[in-house]
C-alpha cells in the first residue's frame, strides 16, 4: 500500500495522461451502454423461469444483444522494485471457462453488469456482441454457453444453439426438428430386426429452480433419446448386432452431428 496516491503504478508508468475509461470494460464499442439487460432477453429469462416460455423462446431472444464476458488478470512475470514493492510487469488477460456437471468446458456469458459482479467479483467485464461471445467460445473449444451462472437456475445454450448464434440462424430443438426426425427413420429403414424408430425429448434437458421447479430445457443432461422398437424374439447377440450396425448408419447422416448435442438410446419390442 506504500504506493497508494503515487504519481506511478507499481510499473513504474505514469498515472498521468492515462485514459482510465476508454477502452475499459464496456466504454469503448458500447459508449451509451447503462450495464443493464436488454429488455428483450431479460423478458424471455424471466418468462422461462417463471415457466411460461420454452428454451427456444430464450434462444430466439440472444440475436443482436450485448453480453459481457469475464476476463481476469493472470501475472505472468513480476518483480521487486527499488522500493521494496511488488510489481507486476506483465499480465496476460485469460478468459474464464467453466466446466458443467458432465465435464463440459463453457463459456459463461452475462446479460448485465450485476449479474456478472454477484458471480465474480474480481472479474473484468467486457462487452461484445453475444455472436462474437458464441464464436469465441467456439475457437476456445468451449461446447456451451452459460447464461448468468448465478442466476436460479442459470440458462445452458447447447452446441447448436451456440452454433445457430454464432452464425446468426435460427434454432430448433433436436427433439422438436423433423430433420432429425427423418434421419432417425431413414437409418432404420430397409434395416432387418428394426420395426420403428422414432425419437423424443430426453430426460436432461430440463432446467430446474432452487424449490423444485422443473422448467422447459435450459439443462445440460441428455438432449434427445432414440426409441428403437425390436422384432420380438431376439437373442442378445442379434440385439447387438443390430444396433451396433443401426448407430453406424445413423453415423452416416449429417444432420445429427450439426443439430444433436447428446443422445441416447432405449429398445422396446
Not at 503515487?6 to 485514459?19: H, K, L, V
Not at 513480476?78 to 522500493?83: A, F, L, V
Not at 474464464?96 to 453488469?113: E, Q
Not at 432404420?188 to 423444485?212: K, W, Y
Request: contains cysteine; glycine residues 10%; aromatic residues 4%.
Amino acid at each position: 500500500m506504500r504506493s497508494a496516491g503515487g504519481a506511478e503504478d507499481t510499473g513504474g508508468q505514469a498515472w498521468e495522461g492515462r485514459n482510465l475509461g476508454e477502452g475499459t470494460s464496456h466504454t469503448h464499442l458500447f459508449p451509451d451502454d447503462d450495464g443493464a439487460s436488454a429488455p428483450a432477453i431479460a423478458s424471455a429469462l424471466a418468462a422461462w423461469r417463471g415457466g411460461h416460455a420454452t428454451e427456444a423462446a430464450v434462444v430466439a431472444a440472444l440475436p443482436g444483444i450485448r453480453v459481457f464476458v469475464p476476463i481476469v488478470a493472470e501475472v505472468s512475470h513480476s518483480q521487486i522494485t527499488e522500493h521494496g514493492l511488488v510489481s507486476d510487469k506483465e499480465a496476460d488477460m485469460a478468459l474464464v471457462s467453466v466446466r458443467t456437471a458432465d465435464g463440459r468446458k463453457a463459456l459463461p456469458v452475462f446479460t448485465a453488469v450485476g449479474e456478472l459482479s454477484a458471480w465474480n467479483s474480481e472479474a473484468r467485464p467486457v462487452a461484445v456482441d453475444i455472436r462474437k461471445a458464441a464464436l469465441s467460445a467456439v475457437q476456445d473449444g468451449s461446447d456451451l454457453l452459460v447464461v448468468n451462472p448465478a442466476a436460479d437456475p442459470a440458462f445452458v445454450v447447447r452446441r447448436p444453439a451456440m452454433w445457430c448464434v454464432a452464425k446468426d440462424t435460427p434454432w430448433t430443438p433436436s427433439y422438436a426438428d423433423l430433420t432429425v426426425d427423418d434421419a432417425v427413420l431413414r437409418a432404420a429403414l430397409g434395416m432387418e430386426n428394426i420395426v420403428s424408430a422414432r425419437t423424443e425429448p430426453g430426460p436432461g434437458i430440463h432446467g430446474r429452480r432452487s424449490d423444485g421447479a422443473v422448467l422447459d430445457g435450459g439443462a445440460t443432461g441428455p438432449e434427445l433419446v432414440i426409441v428403437v422398437q425390436l422384432t420380438p424374439g431376439l437373442t442378445q447377440e442379434m440385439v447387438q448386432a443390430t444396433i451396433d450396425r443401426y448407430q453406424q448408419k445413423l453415423a452416416t447422416e449429417p444432420i445429427m452431428a450439426e443439430n444433436v448435442d447428446s443422445l441416447g438410446l432405449r429398445l422396446t419390442v
